[in-house]
């Protein structure tokens, strides 16, 4: 059965080199599941488009369509690649807003690859003690490699040993694993009784009076 | 007099700066206006006026039972309601007492919405947590039924001290409890309490977008009917909702933008437009006000009772009363029209009192609670009432839960 993995990407120009490496992300991702013989569609989510209705999400209390669409492809996804330019030491706020409007349950066990770019590859261990720890204690599954690209990796002076290619290529590796080892996701209702009261249970259980019924 | 459906108004009870004069009303003038306001609900024939409560500034309704009983003192019809009580944060015990004797002032012209309410900071002023604010919902409601059904309760629970042969005074007027609605914007929890009672689900239908409140109430019916209590057509629901009106619709939008530019809850987050769209707030004619709630039923099925939110982010008290003049006049009595049309016979009309007596009395006569000389004795010397079922003590037990507990159920 197809996989869907759902990319979220927080860069701000176009044409950003956060894009840039979430799109490479994405496609060695699909291209290794498909060795293991499963096909994988993506949605590509580019928060710079949502950055209104996060702002009003935030404010009133509820998404417009457009970002609950996006929320939607994203905590029912098999597989999800995040991109964060880092700014000031860390993701970006508007990347970090997004996680803040959805559900804090919604991703739990949820695959994560988590990608980063910046100026100088100074920054690269922000993927480590800033986004990582994010995506902990959201209770998803951050794969062990973080793919950072510095604005070096794109030019002349890349990583002679380990080019951005490979690590691209490793992490996505890593992803794509852990989504092979899953079922496909099961999305469940919480306004069915069964998911609320759990399984065959009714509204006395909670009144406590009627554990034996 | 029994009706398909009541509208009303609902207040939150805010005092908010007028952001086109820069002037907050005082504490005094905005409690005598809202008196104001809910006798007007019923000069122009509205039916229902229901009042939020609040314990911190800039909310003026830490009291909703003392202003409602006055406002009952000044009106006729008018149906007294909350929105919402909080269930949480107050005594269960105090609000059977309070509410009971607000029935009786007012001749059963009362009913409550109960809510958890979500102010953080109340909760620790009440002694409470709010990361307990579901189980204490369940459980002080669970206490409430009986206090207002059960003339002697003992009880014992996890959020407030333990009763013994306790009996909540007044009784409920002509022994019928208030009706009971249940207000939620997102918890299932809910709307599964309300339907496993047999209660009403109001939806508040204000902030977000129709489809939060669409499942709530797909789930309320869906469940009233597991429950036993008719098929989901019969459930009871109340909605609320938000207009703005005026003959002409560019002057009420106009007029009402910079209001909901610096609304306390979502100005300065989305527009007017947006939000116009987005959720049931209507600024416009009173023909787009009705086309707008006109279409409610398709959204949430044939219902019981509108209430509309017009006297908040800092609206003049000479606004409001128009507001409700243009509702009274223009556009509640289409809504009436239109929503009876095509009503199934067997969706029931909107609770009230009277025929929450007539059926459970029939043509006989309702209870009237006569203290017995024994009160204050209420295990072993008859029961607190005239009418109490007379007590035989159960074996082994003069004292506690074996030896009431059977024997008090009414």
Redesign the interface.
């Known amino acids: 059965m197809t996989r869907r993995i759902a990319v979220v990407t927080a860069g701000l120009s176009n044409p950003s080199s956060t894009r840039m490496l979430a799109d490479r992300l994405a496609a060695s991702t699909i291209a290794q599941l498909r060795e293991q013989g499963i096909e994988a569609t993506v949605d590509i989510i580019e928060l710079r488009d949502l950055a209104h209705d996060i702002t009003n999400n935030l404010l009133a209390g509820f998404a417009p369509p457009a970002l609950e669409a996006a929320i939607r492809q994203v905590v029912t996804a098999d597989g999800l690649i995040v991109v964060t330019p880092i700014f000031s030491t860390s993701y970006s706020g508007l990347f970090k807003s997004f996680f803040d409007v959805i559900d804090p349950d919604a991703l739990t066990g949820m695959p994560v690859l988590i990608g980063a770019n910046a100026g100088t590859a100074r920054h690269s261990l922000a993927i480590d003690y800033a986004i990582r720890p994010l995506f902990a204690y959201l209770h998803a599954e951050p794969v062990a490699t973080g793919v950072f690209a510095a604005s070096s990796d794109w030019g002349a002076h890349a990583d002679d040993v380990k080019p951005l290619a490979s690590r691209i290529e490793r992490g996505a590796r890593e992803l794509a694993e852990s989504i092979a080892r899953r079922d496909v996701r099961v999305e469940i209702d919480p306004f069915d009784p069964d998911a609320f009261l759990g399984e065959g249970r009714s509204f006395g259980h909670l009144l406590g009076g009627l554990a034996g019924e | 007099m029994s009706s398909p459906m009541q509208f009303g108004i609902f207040s939150v009870s805010d005092i908010t700066r007028d952001p086109t004069t820069g002037r907050t009303p005082s504490e005094a003038e905005r409690i005598k206006d809202i008196v104001t306001i809910a006798k007007h609900v019923e000069e122009v024939g509205l039916d229902v006026f229901a009042l939020g409560e609040h314990h911190n500034p800039p909310f003026f309704s830490s009291s909703p039972t003392t202003t409602l009983a006055y406002i009952g003192a000044q009106t006729e019809r008018l149906i007294l309601s909350t929105a919402t009580t909080l269930i949480t944060t107050n005594d269960p015990v105090k609000i059977a007492e309070d509410y009971a004797m607000l029935q009786h002032l007012t001749g059963g012209r009362v009913d409550l919405v109960m809510g958890r309410g979500n102010t953080g900071p109340v909760y620790p002023w009440f002694g409470k947590d709010i990361r307990q604010g579901l189980p204490i919902a369940?459980?002080s409601y669970?206490l409430l039924q009986r206090l207002w059904n059960e003339d002697v309760v003992d009880w014992e629970g996890s959020f407030r001290t333990p009763l013994q042969g306790f009996t909540s005074t007044p009784r409920p007027l002509d022994g019928v409890a208030p009706f009971v609605w249940h207000g939620s914007i997102r918890t299932?929890?809910i709307a599964?309490?309300a339907?496993?009672y047999g209660d009403g689900f109001f939806a508040n239908n204000i902030?977000?977008?129709k489809e939060?409140y669409q499942?709530?109430i797909?789930?309320y019916r869906q469940?009233f009917a597991h429950?036993g209590h008719g098929t989901p057509e019969q459930a009871i629901v109340g909605l609320g909702g938000q207009a703005f009106i005026a003959k002409n619709s560019q002057d009420a939008v106009d007029r009402f933008r910079p209001y909901f530019d610096n609304a306390p809850?979502?100005g300065?987050?989305?527009s007017l437009e947006?939000?116009s769209e987005?959720t049931p707030l209507t600024v416009g004619s009173p023909q787009q006000v009705i086309d707008r709630y006109a279409a409610m039923r398709d959204h949430y099925g044939d219902y019981q009772r509108q209430l509309f939110l017009v006297d908040h982010a800092g609206l003049p008290l000479k606004t409001v009363l128009e507001q409700i003049e243009l509702l009274g006049s223009e556009v509640v009595p289409v809504l009436r029209k239109e929503l009876a049309e095509n009503r199934p016979a067997e969706v029931p009309d909107a609770p009230t009192h009277a025929d929450r007596v007539h059926a459970k009395y029939g043509d006989g006569e309702p209870r009237q609670a006569r203290p017995t000389a024994a009160a204050g004795n209420n295990l072993t010397v008859g029961g607190p009432y005239e009418d109490s079922p007379a007590l035989a003590p159960a074996p082994g037990s003069a004292f506690g839960v074996a030896a009431t507990r059977k024997e008090a159920v009414r």
């Open positions: 369940i459980e669970a299932p929890e599964e309490q339907a496993y902030f977000w977008p939060h499942r709530l797909a789930l469940r429950y809850v979502y300065h987050g989305p947006e939000f987005l």
